[in-house]
């Protein structure tokens, strides 16, 4: 009997970064608990190293009623899984930009979001035209378990940089790591360079430990 022939393996898709695999579903990923949500009281600051030297803060109506972007964008976990042709809608964060400009000087952005939690981005990934601060996935309203009533997605980055349940956003003039990246992750979080781990860090990526 001659030898068995194997059937190729189907090309990557051009799609996934290195080291990701495609997802079905979407997995439940988050650390600590489930906040509630309270209509009534939530608000959405940003503050900071704002143009007028003032916090601003949108009530959870005043927010909702902003300009909404719907982008088309994947998603990339760093714990390897991605997930292709995803459709968030929101309020683009070049929006909250516009209505609360930055001081000159402003180089970072950190994302604050319930419990403490935070995300720094570079000015420029969170001025990027499809970064949205999303309250809609594939046209339905976001579940609590992902997010609601607002998530930040950063299609160019992983997905750690778009923390759950945001509240807020503080303009900064220099870079300061956020939760994940006091932890051992990666400042700049690039897939298409596999930049995960802060140890892979070189120069210029991120402020000093």
């Given at each position: 009997m001659g030898q068995s022939e194997q059937e190729p393996?189907?090309?990557?898709?051009?799609?996934?970064?290195?080291?990701?695999?495609?997802?079905?579903?979407?997995?439940?990923?988050?650390?600590?608990?489930?906040?509630?949500?309270?209509?009534l009281t939530w608000d959405f600051q940003v503050f900071g190293a704002t143009a007028s030297a003032e916090k601003h803060s949108w009530d959870f109506?005043?927010?909702?009623?902003?300009p909404r972007i719907t982008v088309h964008a994947d998603f990339h976990c760093v714990t390897r899984f991605s997930m292709l042709d995803n459709e968030w809608?929101?309020?683009?964060?070049?929006?909250?930009?516009?209505?609360v400009p930055p001081a000159p000087g402003v180089t970072h952005v950190m994302?604050?979001?319930?419990?403490?939690?935070?995300?720094?981005?570079?000015?420029?990934?969170?001025?990027d035209a499809r970064t949205v601060f999303a309250t809609h996935h594939n046209s339905e309203p976001l579940t609590v378990e992902h997010g609601f009533p607002v998530r930040l997605?950063?299609?160019?980055?992983?997905?750690?940089?778009?923390?759950?349940?945001?509240r807020a956003?503080?303009?900064?003039?220099?870079?300061?790591?956020?939760?994940?990246e006091e932890r051992g992750y990666h400042n700049r979080a690039d897939p298409w360079q596999e930049k995960r781990f802060s140890y892979q860090e070189e120069p210029g990526d991120g402020p000093l430990r």
């Amino acid at each position: 009997m001659g030898q068995s022939e194997q059937e190729p393996l189907p090309p990557s898709d051009p799609r996934l970064p290195p080291g990701q695999r495609t997802q079905r579903g979407w997995p439940v990923l988050h650390y600590g608990p489930v906040p509630r949500f309270k209509p009534l009281t939530w608000d959405f600051q940003v503050f900071g190293a704002t143009a007028s030297a003032e916090k601003h803060s949108w009530d959870f109506a005043g927010f909702n009623a902003l300009p909404r972007i719907t982008v088309h964008a994947d998603f990339h976990c760093v714990t390897r899984f991605s997930m292709l042709d995803n459709e968030w809608t929101g309020v683009p964060a070049a929006t909250v930009l516009e209505q609360v400009p930055p001081a000159p000087g402003v180089t970072h952005v950190m994302v604050w979001a319930e419990y403490g939690y935070s995300a720094n981005l570079r000015l420029e990934d969170f001025a990027d035209a499809r970064t949205v601060f999303a309250t809609h996935h594939n046209s339905e309203p976001l579940t609590v378990e992902h997010g609601f009533p607002v998530r930040l997605v950063v299609p160019g980055l992983y997905a750690w940089k778009g923390p759950k349940w945001v509240r807020a956003v503080e303009y900064m003039r220099a870079d300061r790591r956020g939760f994940w990246e006091e932890r051992g992750y990666h400042n700049r979080a690039d897939p298409w360079q596999e930049k995960r781990f802060s140890y892979q860090e070189e120069p210029g990526d991120g402020p000093l430990r």
